[in-house]
């Protein structure tokens, strides 16, 4: 979606933050799909967040939101061990 790409961070970058494995379950999506909201740091050091929706099974997720880390991600981030 365009909207994954309105802050300028890079997929290579999601990718990084997606590995990592931090996220939080956000609200479903208009579809019905869960949604996580992905955190962590990109190979240069910034702190962002990722939004995914998950699809059903056979079906690639889609991501649909990228940029620093807001304020609930950053708190996420400070609170996840």
Do not use: C
Not at 14 to 26: C, E, G, K, P, S
Not at 55 to 64: K, L, S, T
Request: charged residues 30%; hydrophobic residues 30%; proline residues 2%.
């Amino acid at each position: 979606r365009k909207s994954f790409y309105k802050w300028g961070v890079t997929e290579r970058e999601a990718d990084h933050v997606i590995a990592q494995d931090v996220f939080y379950r956000l609200h479903d999506s208009r579809r019905g799909n869960q949604q996580y909201m992905y955190v962590g740091f990109t190979p240069t050091g910034d702190l962002i967040e990722v939004g995914i929706e998950v699809y059903p099974e056979g079906e690639e997720d889609w991501a649909f939101h990228a940029q620093k880390a807001g304020k609930e991600a950053r708190k996420y981030w400070a609170g996840r061990k």
